[in-house]
């Protein structure tokens, strides 16, 4: 595997035990994080059923694959890649005998070649790095490998994240607030390298709201 580049370390690194992995995949089965995986999921059947049929789509990172059967009604094939062989294992349990490649690589440097799928879902991954040059690095190997479709989420912090980082502020010494991205550097950072926007799917209502925000290749047939 690619060696990830200093700034996404840490999050890479979460991953990489088993015992993270089955949290992460148990965390979405209960309580207020099984309602979000609803959401999130009823959402995104929307949106492909939007869009046609595809050919080939990428999850990515796709963690334990909890959003992947989706992508693979839509399409023709499906790749999962995430970074964590571990989050890969669980998400090849989580499939079963739903037909799937996996594929283990590193979002800034994707083991794909330019063009070659139709469609891209980078969820909960950009939201989560906090150095601006490496979503810019990230964002412009999505649009390398999408010959038309990327969709990412653009989750601004909710109540419970902005009271966490008023605390942090109040109790020096603590771990600092992340800055993530907004939708303003999403848009940009998407022109910058060949893509328009093309819908916005609410994930979360109002007063921050969170979307899943499709762009389109500009030069897409
Ligand atoms: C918060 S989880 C989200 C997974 C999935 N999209 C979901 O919503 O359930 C973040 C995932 O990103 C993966 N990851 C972190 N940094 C990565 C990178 N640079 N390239 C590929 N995957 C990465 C982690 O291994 C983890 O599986």
Do not use: W
Request: hydrophobic letters at 40%; one cysteine or more; a positive charge.
């Amino acid at each position: 595997m690619n060696k990830p580049t200093p700034g996404n370390d840490e999050f890479v690194d979460r991953f990489m035990q088993r015992q993270a992995a089955e949290r992460y995949r148990d965390r979405y089965r209960s309580g207020r994080h099984a309602k979000v995986n609803q959401r999130e999921r009823a959402c995104l059947h929307q949106l492909v059923a939007g869009l046609g049929p595809l050919e080939v789509s990428l999850d990515l990172p796709c963690g334990t694959g909890r959003l992947a059967d989706i992508l693979a009604k839509a399409s023709r094939k499906v790749i999962l890649a995430d970074s964590s062989p571990l989050m890969l294992e669980l998400a090849k349990e989580e499939l079963g005998e739903t037909p799937a490649e996996y594929l283990q690589t590193n979002a800034e440097r994707i083991d794909l070649s330019t063009g070659s799928v139709d469609l891209i879902l980078c969820h909960r991954l950009l939201s989560h790095i906090p150095a601006a040059e490496v979503r810019a690095r990230i964002m412009k190997e999505l649009a390398r490998v999408t010959r038309r479709y990327l969709v990412i989420s653009c989750y601004p912090p909710g109540i419970r994240t902005r009271i966490k980082g008023l605390l942090r502020r109040v109790f020096p010494g603590s771990r600092p607030a992340k800055q993530p991205a907004t939708l303003k550097e999403y848009l940009d950072l998407a022109n910058a390298v060949g893509l328009r926007l093309v819908g916005r799917h609410t994930l979360r209502p109002a007063p921050f709201r969170a979307d899943f925000v499709v762009f389109e290749k500009a030069n897409a047939k």
